[in-house]
């Protein structure tokens, strides 16, 4: 079994920026996948960013060059930094591991992007 408490979140500027950390419990964490989802009111959960436990990554388009997404294997925490935020970037943001079948989630964090 495998928990994940998000932290890092929390109100900001836009054009600030946050970093968003993800650490997990149990001895699967160097093989799994990491991931970041957001959810904003009214929308579906969409990916942010994910990692391999190989360290290969992907971001969605809205966030490439402002997101970066990380993984300490050694802290069994997975990072998202994020730069120049915007107020779309405003959501829960959900830190979630997979290895095979096994799919885990976090109780997410709330980013809010407000002047």
């Known amino acids: 079994q495998v928990q994940l408490v998000e932290s890092g979140g929390g109100l900001v500027q836009p054009g600030g920026s946050l970093r968003l950390s993800c650490a997990a419990s149990?001895?699967?964490?160097?093989?799994?996948?990491m991931s970041w989802y957001r959810q904003a009111p009214g929308k579906q959960r969409e990916l942010v960013a994910a990692i391999t436990s190989g360290g290969t990554t992907n971001y969605a388009d809205s966030v490439k060059g402002r997101a970066t997404i990380s993984r300490d294997n050694a802290k069994k925490t997975c990072y998202l930094q994020m730069n120049s935020l915007k107020p779309e970037d405003a959501a829960i943001y959900y830190c979630?591991?997979?290895?095979?079948?096994?799919?885990?989630w976090g109780q997410g964090t709330q980013v809010t992007v407000s002047s």
């Open positions: 979630n591991s997979r290895l095979n079948a096994n799919d885990y």
């Open positions: 149990g001895s699967i964490f160097r093989y799994t996948t």
